[in-house]
């Protein structure tokens, strides 16, 4: 087998040990004679998995005691639906605001129109993207359900530094790109959402944090396996759940534990995600998307002098092993995904490319 470094956006690389250790039990899972997939969902060696997850999940993010820690189905789109349908009924106007941040903030606005009244908050369309727009916090008055942020720009490779402070109107954050990639502080947020297949495991799921006493405002019509207080009350198996992704989730926990946790993690991930914007910085041929002030550790967009060079990175990265570089459908360009799993040697290897490709193209 060729060894190659996978900056794919999601589902993305996982970390070497859990697929190693994912086929040593395949065949028979801790001596049961069956695999892992074929237990019940209800199965005691099963509930522990899922109890372990949660536990590990709450160990390494410092998630407070009045949080919920949930799976729930359909991945992080799902869930912009499933939000409104949980949290406008908060307040009899049911304003939603959205912060309108790049593709997939936008998409959960245009979902959340079904369910609730969306004002935009800011948007930073106008500049395309490359940054987090400024906003007037006398926006977030107490009548307002909730308001929601996309933390991290996985196509554009922007984030928040800094958070909005929303008094008592519940914060709502997409964290997809970026769960457990840097410390934050979980109590200033009223709900934290991710799909699982960029920093956890598999596609399809999404892990839910919420806070206690926002669970029971569901709207009546909520199909029961988007209701966040059912799935609260039923430990996350209302129904069949997908038993693989939480338990890939579950030896992803333990891989980052062994990592040194969350600190260590976002330190290696400042590391990386510097190398590649130095050596864009250091040129006028590489162009980044995000906006310096604003720039993602997670996901590095650039762009070439042209398509065409383009074009030809990417043919020339993928024979150098390097895979999956291409930039989003809707920008094009180049974009490096480089969440926790991904090895500073896998950063070193791009970065080099990119200074040769740089010298023999220009
Ligand atoms: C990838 C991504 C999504 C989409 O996730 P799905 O599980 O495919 O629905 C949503 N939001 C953000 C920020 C993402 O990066």
């Given at each position: 087998m060729s060894k190659v470094y996978n900056f794919g956006a999601g589902p993305a690389m996982l970390p070497e040990p859990v697929m190693e250790k994912i086929q040593q039990e395949w065949l028979d899972y801790q001596g049961m004679g069956v695999s892992v997939i074929e237990?019940?969902?209800?199965?005691k060696e099963f509930v522990a998995i899922l109890e372990d997850a949660q536990a590990l999940f709450r160990e390494l993010s410092g998630v407070p005691d009045n949080y919920r820690i949930l799976f729930i189905h359909g991945g992080a789109r799902m869930q912009f639906s499933a939000l409104p349908l949980n949290l406008a009924g908060r307040k009899s106007g049911k304003r939603c605001l959205y912060f309108e941040t790049g593709n997939f903030a936008k998409l959960a606005s245009k979902d959340a129109k079904e369910f609730c009244n969306v004002e935009i908050a800011a948007s930073s369309a106008e500049t395309n993207y490359d940054r987090i727009p400024e906003y007037d916090p006398a926006i977030f008055t107490d009548d307002v359900s909730y308001v929601h942020i996309t933390g991290n720009n996985t196509i554009y490779g922007t984030r928040w530094n800094q958070f909005p402070e929303t008094g008592d109107v519940p914060l709502v954050a997409d964290m997809t790109s970026e769960i457990l990639s840097r410390q934050i502080?979980?109590?200033?947020?009223g709900v934290i959402y991710a799909g699982?297949?960029?920093?956890?495991?598999?596609?399809g799921m999404a892990m839910v944090i919420i806070r206690e006493d926002l669970l029971g405002h569901a709207d009546a019509k909520t199909p029961i396996l988007l209701d966040y207080t059912a799935a609260n009350k039923d430990n996350s198996l209302?129904?069949?759940?997908n038993t693989f992704a939480v338990y890939t989730t579950k030896l992803v926990l333990e891989w980052l534990k062994g990592q040194g946790g969350v600190a260590a993690i976002e330190k290696r991930n400042e590391a990386k995600s510097a190398k590649l914007y130095a050596v864009i910085d250091a040129s006028d041929y590489y162009r980044g998307v995000a906006h310096p002030e604003h720039r993602s550790i997670m996901n590095v967009s650039f762009n070439l002098p042209s398509e065409e060079l383009e074009a030809k990175f990417l043919k020339e990265a993928g024979a150098a092993g390097?895979?999956?570089l291409k930039g989003h459908r809707n920008v094009g360009g180049i974009r490096a995904s480089?969440?926790?799993?991904?090895?500073m040697a896998g950063v070193d290897a791009l970065a080099t490319f990119m200074q040769e490709f740089e010298k023999n193209n220009s």
């Open positions: 237990i019940s969902h209800r199965a502080d979980y109590s200033k947020f699982m297949q960029k920093n956890l495991g598999p596609s209302t129904n069949t759940t390097l895979y999956a480089i969440y926790n799993p991904m090895p």
